[in-house]
């Protein structure tokens, strides 16, 4: 019988996350050449009367005038927390909390600075592998994700990024690179973060300007298909490279209640989920599932596929799952299902739970519900790799009393403790942000995750300076005690 376990495994990887569009800055420093993220210009955050402005779509339009006329916007991503400047001081910290395990990204535009070059840009990869290194000093694992919502802008333009399979060999010449380079330095790796959000954002999951496709939840399922591709190729080279690597698919997991008892309202649920569920579904077990055929075939949705690409998928699959969890929704049957999955934004309200100041649902049973579907269904290990408060902090006396946060994250790493009692067998835990860093929906610095406070605006101004939280001591309690104390 399964023993039933009651606290935090004893080598539990307590840690948090990040990704390199988001704080590393210096963006055309070390010969990294312009990514899509660099075009994410910032937009009124509360303009159009909404609270999430998100940022997430470029335009051809947009970016061409981004390109000849860059001073005339403001690129949040481009600035970043200058992590790339500061990443011992921020190490540093990460190591006085007892952090096990970091997550960051790769930016693809720092190793190959338009995707097209034969040879990899030495300055980006010693930028790494400087960082690794940092990182080893305090035993802190590296989780590393190759493709965090970038790419080099070359390849928007010349291909409209993933829509063309064009993209699969020239990332694998990139995660041949890395994989190559720092095989022993890292271990975990996750191919893709999120891919599922292709279907909320193609320009940031996948590259692609909206305005040059006819069809574009067709084409998020195509550049869907060209990066599952990529990432079981990856995978399958990477068990050539490293007998010890590990690889995760990754998705952002998002559980949808049905709205009522109706049967309907149930069916349209489990559909909602099927469609989150999708992505690990071909990531896990190599191939895909037939409600998705069915829903293809109803949707009028063609998938360009090519012989043997069910031979690739079927070799690369995934070693654990990892996910970001932030919220759930709830679903009501609707003639057109496109309406309600794979959105973030949901059009229906759950009255029994609060609100984010950014009008994200808060639910920590609903992260126990989701750790428990997810291992049901899979029976590998999980890695919940992002989760955490969105909020604004206010600096009193050089101090940031984050009550809000702590109570936030303690309630989900309790209901975390419950799954692990429930038999759900999880490798480690980041929150994502552990530093304040630049949103990635809205590019705002001001919509805050992090311990550690970072002094800057949503226009830049400001010291860059790092003040420790009030979560800052919680966190490094909950890791001394490996769990135990969250009060
Ligand atoms: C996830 C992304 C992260 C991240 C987080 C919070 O979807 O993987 O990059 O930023 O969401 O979102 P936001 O920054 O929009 O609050």
New binding site residues.
Partial sequence: MHKVRTEFPKNFLWGGAT?AN?IEGAYLEGGKGLSTSDMAAYKDPYGEGRVNNFTFNVSSEELEKYLLNPEKYNFPKRRGIDFYHRYKEDIRLFAEMGFKVFRLSISWARIFPTGLEDEPNEEGLKFYDDVFDELKKYNIEPLVTMS??EMPIELTKRYNGWMSRELIPLFIKYTTAIMERYKDKVKYWIPF??MN?NLNSIYTGAGVLEDKVTNVIQAAYQTSHHQFLAQAMTISNGRKISKDFKFGCMI?AIESYAATSKPEDQLASLKAGQINLFYPDVQVRGYYPSYMIRYFKENNINIVQQEGDNEILKNGTSDYVAF?Y?MTHMTEHREDMRDIAGRLDSPLKNPNLEISE?DWPIDPIGFRIVLNKLYDRYQIPLWPV?NGL?AHDKVVDGKIHDDYRIDYLRKHISAMADAIEDGVEIIGYTT??CIDLV????SQMS?RYGFIYVDQDDHGNGTLDRIRKDSFYWYKKVIESNGEKLI
């Fill in positions: 990704a988001q965090h919502y973060n999120e959000m952002n970001s932030y950014w992002e969105g994502w942000g949103s990635c929906g809205t919509k």
